[in-house]
């Protein structure tokens, strides 16, 4: 006997075998079970999670000889032949080559027919989204009021595509993505009554990659069957999947926390050897920081697969916080966007990850840099000079001063203060009615990243009690959730030494003109004009484009202290 695939050796026969589908088998079994049956089912979702099973095991329970009923037998002439694809009242068309409207046309004139053998003549049409727009107005009579002996099984994975008129005339179902938990139980039963040997993160391997399928995942357990001679086993399965191990993702996480860029590249390297698909490496690292965000904000969660890995979930989630692990997020999903216009997909992974220790925000641990080696033995490397809020000079005179001028001294990034003594208060300046310098008191509380960008886009209008008045222009109205705002309220009472709370009220005018970002883009543009002008009232430029034609282009011009 041929070899049977394990997708369809192991089908469902019977709607207690069928996984993941519960809302589903719940409302066709109460229809059977009082007789209260739709004439029309359309039945969506994706590949692979069990339209046209759900659809054929409701042909049998229909024409079952024993009694229509949700439990067919499985054993009389009319279940066997619905299950090996040969009873004549199941008329399956494939809508994806069969899209015509005389093809339709067909199907109208014969459901006026009795059944031959069965109860019901039953249609099921799948992919019917690509019918013709004249096929499905040729369907449409029939559909809303067929003969009392048909019943449709409409079935599709794009839904949108079909027309409102259909839609109106069916029972709609919409199947769920299967959950790696349940497409992993699946396999292990599977290859249980097999007698197959296997590894469980195998397992979790493929279950991952179904990508919600288990028609895909079978499959892909039948291939690693093959790969692994008979056996599977979890580097047989990352080998043939191109992907790696949880271990290594571990390992580039924590070379993050730690911000190590040598050792991150060291990572990249060892999982660049596996030859992997960098993208589902990208996806198994927001996996992974998602799962880390739901132990940091999540009373009481912990992971409930992996367990080995718990312990070293749990002490990354104390070692990073909320924010970075939000940012690395956002850099994981959107550099598996952007792979395909990388120069080769390692570069975009690479690029990816030191993106996250690049943006990654100081706090007292700054990240690991190599300092770029000096020309010669004997040179000192000068020090950058601190940011000026001078308005900008000509070029000539900016090399006057450096010649005359001693360096600066190297200024070190702020850092995010775990705790501020109360003697910090004294140095908060205030305004003429005795509020909060707003500006002074972002830079001391050390608001970075996603507070930074609330903080800047805010006005401090009033105070009542403890509670700080802001406001905010509607834009940014969205960004004032929990459980950044109580993150912002504990920095902020750090610096002023007492318990504080931040109330935001959405105001266009007010804060669209005060707000420590608007007057930062002023400032960004007076000196943007002031360096522009500077450089077209230059005797040097000005006797450059007397001689020469020259023309300045004026986005190439930068302020000094930009």
Not at 423 to 429: L, R
Not at 497 to 525: K, M, N
Request: proline share 7%.
């Amino acid at each position: 006997m041929s070899y049977q695939v394990l997708a369809r050796k192991w089908r469902p026969r019977k709607f207690a075998e069928l996984v993941g589908q519960e809302h589903v088998v719940r409302a066709l079994t109460n229809a059977l079970e009082t007789g209260r049956m739709h004439h029309a089912y359309l039945f969506t979702g994706t590949r692979g999670v069990g339209k046209t099973t759900i659809a054929r095991i409701f042909a049998k329970s229909l024409n079952c000889e024993r009694g229509q009923s949700a439990d067919p037998c499985g054993e009389c002439s009319v279940c066997t032949s619905v299950d090996e694809g040969r009873f004549v009242d199941l008329l399956e068309i494939d809508a994806a080559s069969n899209t015509g409207v005389d093809d339709v046309r067909e199907v109208i004139e014969n459901a006026q027919y009795a059944p031959s053998r069965g109860r019901f003549k039953v249609y099921l049409v799948d992919e019917v989204h690509m019918l013709s727009k004249n096929a499905f107005n040729a369907l449409l009579k029939t559909l809303e009021e067929p003969p009392p002996h048909v019943k449709f099984l409409l079935a599709t994975t794009d839904p949108q595509k079909l027309p409102v008129t259909v839609l109106s005339r069916c029972l709609k179902f919409n199947l769920k993505r299967l959950l790696p938990e349940q497409i992993s139980g699946q396999m292990r039963h599977i290859l249980a009554a097999e007698n197959i040997a296997y590894e469980d993160s195998a397992i979790g391997e493929l279950a991952r990659a179904a990508d919600g399928s288990l028609r895909d995942g079978l499959s892909l357990l039948d291939q690693a069957i093959a790969y692994g001679g008979g056996a599977l086993h979890a580097d047989d399965v990352r080998t043939m999947l191109g992907s790696v191990a949880r271990g290594q993702v571990l390992g580039v996480l924590d070379a993050l926390a730690a911000g190590d860029g040598e050792r991150l590249l060291v990572e990249c390297t060892q999982i660049a050897s596996y030859s992997p698909d960098f993208g589902g490496v990208l996806d198994d690292i927001a996996s992974v920081l998602h799962r880390l965000q739901l132990i940091q904000l999540i009373p009481g969660y912990r992971p409930e697969e992996d367990s080995d890995d718990d312990g070293v979930l749990v002490a990354l989630a104390e070692r990073m916080t909320p924010e970075d692990v939000q940012l690395y997020y956002q850099i994981a999903t959107s550099g598996r966007r952007d792979l395909m216009l990388a120069p080769d997909a390692r570069t975009g992974f690479e690029m990816a990850l030191l993106r996250m220790l690049a943006f990654r925000p100081g706090d007292g641990a700054p990240a690991a840099r190599t300092e770029r080696p000096a020309a010669t033995s004997n040179a000192t490397p000068t020090p950058p000079a601190p940011r000026s809020s001078v308005a900008p000079v000509r070029p000539l005179e900016a090399a006057e001063r450096q010649q005359n001028s001693p360096p600066a001294p190297r200024t070190e990034p702020a850092t995010r203060p775990a705790a501020v003594p109360a003697a910090v208060v004294a140095s908060v300046a205030r305004d003429a009615n005795g509020l909060p310098n707003w500006e002074s008191l972002i830079e001391q509380a050390a608001l970075r990243g996603p507070f930074g960008l609330l903080a800047q886009n805010a006005v401090l209008r009033e105070r009542d009690g403890q509670t700080l008045v802001l406001a905010l222009q509607p834009a940014h109205m969205s960004l004032a959730v929990e459980p950044m705002v109580s993150q912002m309220e504990e920095r902020i009472g750090q610096v002023l030494g007492e318990r504080i709370r931040l109330r935001f009220v959405s105001s266009s005018h007010e804060a669209a003109a005060q707000t420590p970002a608007a007057r930062a883009a002023q400032a960004r543009d007076t000196a943007q004009a002031a360096a522009e002008l500077a450089i077209e009232g230059d005797p040097l430029v000005q006797s450059l484009k007397r001689e020469f034609g020259a023309r300045v282009v004026p986005q190439s011009v930068k302020p000094l202290d930009s």
